[in-house]
């Protein structure tokens, strides 16, 4: 079990807190989702680590390349553009 090095409480689990990441700095900066591992002790919540969220950014990847598919592909019957459109859906 370990143990939380800033209120020393001992714990299995830590609680997930969704915050977004600034990348950059000044009008280059760019913001990311992100995910905290904070202690789950209420009175503490220390965050413990941090890291992008993945699952976020891979689903805002593939709904712009569905706009890009979509729009450059027009005149492709329905069928077709779909069929790409559920391709890149699958895991």
């Known amino acids: 079990m370990a143990k939380c090095p800033r209120c020393d409480v001992p714990f299995s689990e830590v609680s997930l807190v969704s915050m977004p990441a600034i990348s950059g700095a000044g009008s280059a900066s760019r913001l ?9 002790n209420v009175e503490c919540q220390a965050v413990l680590g941090f890291q992008i ?36 859906n699958q895991p």
Do not use: Y
């Open 32 to 40: 990311f989702p992100g995910i905290a591992f904070c202690c789950p």
């Open 53 to 88: 969220d993945h699952e976020v950014v891979m689903a805002e990847t593939v709904k712009s390349v569905q706009k890009v598919i979509v729009s450059e592909n027009a005149d492709l019957p329905n069928a077709i553009a779909s069929d790409i459109v559920n391709q890149l």
